[in-house]
């Protein structure tokens, strides 16, 4: 079965041959958004060291299995916990200092985070691209019919849905995800109630970073060569995939990720001569959704308090 569309011939299997790619693109976008959309949740801030964060955690796996000789399912166990180590220490010392400062001294920490922790890792790392070690269990391939597909393809979307129902029994059914909620709609309120703040804000840059750690992992296993700005660009689209889904919706975060991820391999498929605008298809369906939702597909209107 042939269809046509955008000047391309394709077939039934190779459509959904980019459909599964997209899928699993997607669903790595949506690991990475969900940090930005539960920080913002809370504290009403853009977490711009959060792509940051992300490219560190390749880094701890990569140098785990390159330089330690750890295996390899013992080097992602200790980057992601290293990684969870160092959101909660990006929380202490960029933001909980000026956590009652004007808005936009909390802006300027986080963005000074972000270039701090590219450089560090420029310093640290070197700057020359690195290959990230492959994983027979994840990049072997499998065939359907005439499709092939990596088996990361498949493993990346039950990752991610696996772990959005961890989440969502974390935030809605405990005691921790009580004190997120409770701290989400009101600092002093929380405060009285016996909420301690400082450690559920914590707490909260530990579980997103988790997540984007597992999100930085794939993402090496799926695109091998690693850099220190390796975070930049896929930090931008997954916070364009919060706001896309509602920013502070966990629920709009993966379904932002997902449009974000299928919108992407699909326009390359159908209208290969856009390829070289892959990355401007982000930023116009961001200004499409600014203009016409602005809060998003799931986002709910928050009002300001005098």
Same mark, same amino acid.
């Given at each position: 079965?042939?269809?046509?569309?955008?000047?391309?011939?394709?077939?039934?299997?190779?459509?959904? $041959?980019?459909?599964?790619?997209?899928?699993? @693109?997607?669903?790595?976008?949506?690991?990475?958004?969900?940090?930005?959309?539960?920080?913002?949740?809370?504290?009403?801030? !853009?977490?711009?060291?959060?792509?940051?964060?992300?490219?560190? =955690?390749?880094?701890?796996?990569?140098?785990?299995?390159?330089?330690?000789?750890?295996?390899?399912?013992?080097?992602? !166990?200790? +980057?992601?916990?290293?990684?969870?180590?160092?959101?909660?220490?990006?929380?202490?010392?960029?933001?909980?200092?000026? %956590?009652?400062?004007?808005?936009?001294?909390?802006?300027?920490?986080?963005?000074?985070?972000?270039?701090?922790?590219?450089?560090? =890792?420029?310093?640290?790392?070197?700057?020359?691209? /690195?290959?990230?070690? $492959?994983?027979?269990?994840?990049?072997?391939?499998? $065939?359907?019919?005439?499709?092939?597909?990596?088996?990361?393809? *498949?493993?990346?979307? +039950?990752?991610?849905? =696996?772990?959005?129902?961890?989440?969502?029994?974390?935030?809605? /059914?405990? /005691?921790?995800?009580?004190?997120? %909620?409770?701290?989400?709609?009101?600092?002093?309120?929380? /405060?009285?109630?016996?909420?301690?703040?400082?450690?559920? &804000?914590?707490?909260?840059?530990?579980?997103?970073? @988790?997540? +984007? =750690?597992?999100?930085?992992?794939?993402?090496? @296993?799926?695109?091998?060569?690693?850099?220190? @700005?390796?975070?930049?660009?896929?930090?931008?689209?997954?916070?364009?995939?919060?706001?896309?889904?509602?920013?502070?919706?966990?629920?709009?975060?993966? !379904?932002?990720?997902? !449009?974000?991820?299928?919108?992407? &391999?699909?326009?390359?498929?159908?209208?290969?001569?856009?390829?070289?605008?892959?990355?401007? *298809?982000?930023? #116009?369906?961001? #200004?499409?959704?600014?203009?016409?939702?602005?809060?998003?597909?799931?986002?709910?209107?928050?009002?300001?308090?005098?």
């Amino acid at each position: 079965m042939k269809f046509y569309l955008g000047g391309v011939y394709m077939t039934l299997e190779l459509f959904l $041959q980019h459909l599964a790619n997209g899928i699993s @693109l997607g669903s790595l976008y949506a690991l990475i958004a969900i940090g930005y959309t539960m920080v913002y949740g809370i504290l009403r801030l !853009i977490n711009f060291a959060h792509g940051d964060i992300f490219m560190m =955690a390749v880094y701890f796996a990569f140098f785990g299995v390159v330089t330690f000789g750890m295996p390899w399912y013992v080097s992602f !166990i200790v +980057a992601i916990a290293l990684t969870g180590i160092l959101g909660m220490t990006v929380e202490a010392l960029a933001y909980r200092p000026i %956590r009652e400062a004007p808005r936009i001294s909390i802006l300027i920490s986080a963005i000074g985070a972000s270039y701090l922790l590219e450089n560090l =890792a420029i310093v640290i790392f070197g700057g020359r691209p /690195k290959t990230f070690p $492959q994983v027979p269990i994840f990049t072997d391939m499998v $065939q359907i019919g005439n499709i092939h597909i990596q088996k990361l393809t *498949f493993m990346i979307p +039950a990752v991610t849905i =696996a772990l959005l129902i961890v989440l969502m029994y974390l935030i809605n /059914k405990t /005691k921790s995800g009580m004190a997120m %909620r409770a701290v989400s709609k009101d600092f002093e309120t929380a /405060k009285i109630m016996g909420v301690n703040v400082n450690r559920t &804000i914590s707490f909260t840059f530990g579980v997103g970073s @988790l997540l +984007a =750690a597992v999100g930085g992992i794939m993402w090496g @296993l799926k695109f091998p060569s690693i850099l220190p @700005l390796m975070g930049v660009m896929p930090g931008i689209k997954c916070f364009i995939a919060a706001v896309i889904g509602g920013i502070g919706s966990v629920t709009g975060a993966v !379904i932002g990720g997902f !449009i974000l991820g299928i919108g992407e &391999i699909l326009l390359v498929a159908f209208l290969p001569e856009l390829s070289g605008y892959r990355d401007a *298809f982000s930023f #116009i369906l961001l #200004i499409l959704i600014l203009l016409f939702r602005p809060t998003g597909i799931m986002g709910e209107k928050i009002s300001e308090k005098v």
